[in-house]
C-alpha cells in the first residue's frame, strides 16, 4: 500500500509540471455576444498543447475556426473547422501560429470573434545556480536531474522492496 502511494506522489510529481493549461474563453461570461475578447486574450501567453474551452448556448452560437482573412469580414462561409459540438467545446492549440475564430449568423459582428497567437512551449526555468564546488558544471549532482534520479532510484527500491 505504501509503495502504491508513493508511485502515485513520484509520478504526480514528474508529470505536475508538464500539465497543459485550459483557458475558458471570455472567464465567466463564456462564449457569448458583446464580450471584448481581444481585452480577455491580451494578458495570457498561449502555448503549443494548451486547450481553450467555449461555453455557450449551442441553440444560438458555434465556435467556427477561421484564416485572417475570414475573422476581419466576418465571413462564417469558409471555415477551417466547425469545433461546435455541445455548448462546452474544448479545442488544441497543436502548433504555433495564429489562430482565429468566429461564431456565424451575424454574431462575430457583436463581438464573437477571438484572434490569438500560440508560441512554443516556453523555455523551463534556469536551474538555481549550484553552490561552489569541485563537481563539474555537468555533474548529475549539480542539477535538477539529481532530484529526478533520486525520485526514480527510491521509487525502484519501493516497488521491489529493497531494504537498504
Not at 29 to 43: E, I, K, L, M
Not at 78 to 102: H, Q, S
Not at 103 to 118: I, Q, R, T
Not at 128 to 135: K, L, R
Amino acid at each position: 500500500m505504501v509503495t502504491a502511494t508513493v508511485m502515485v506522489v513520484v509520478v504526480g510529481f514528474l508529470t505536475t509540471s508538464a500539465a497543459a493549461k485550459l483557458y475558458k474563453v471570455g472567464d465567466e461570461q463564456g462564449w457569448n455576444p458583446n464580450v471584448n475578447y481581444t481585452r480577455w486574450s491580451a494578458d495570457k501567453e498561449f502555448n503549443v498543447g494548451e486547450w481553450l474551452i467555449f461555453n455557450f448556448d449551442k441553440r444560438y452560437y458555434n465556435v467556427l475556426e477561421v484564416n485572417k482573412t475570414s475573422y476581419d469580414s466576418c465571413n462564417d462561409q469558409v471555415f477551417i473547422t466547425n469545433i461546435t459540438r455541445g455548448g462546452r467545446d474544448m479545442f488544441e492549440l497543436k502548433e504555433a501560429r495564429p489562430y482565429y475564430f468566429l461564431s456565424s449568423g451575424g454574431y462575430c459582428y457583436h463581438g464573437m470573434k477571438l484572434a490569438l497567437v500560440v508560441q512554443e512551449h516556453p523555455p523551463l526555468a534556469p536551474a538555481m545556480a549550484p553552490a561552489a564546488s569541485n563537481a563539474s558544471p555537468n555533474s548529475l549532482t549539480s542539477s535538477p536531474q539529481m532530484s529526478i534520479v533520486s525520485l526514480i532510484v527510491i521509487s525502484i527500491a519501493l516497488i521491489t522492496n529493497f531494504s537498504w
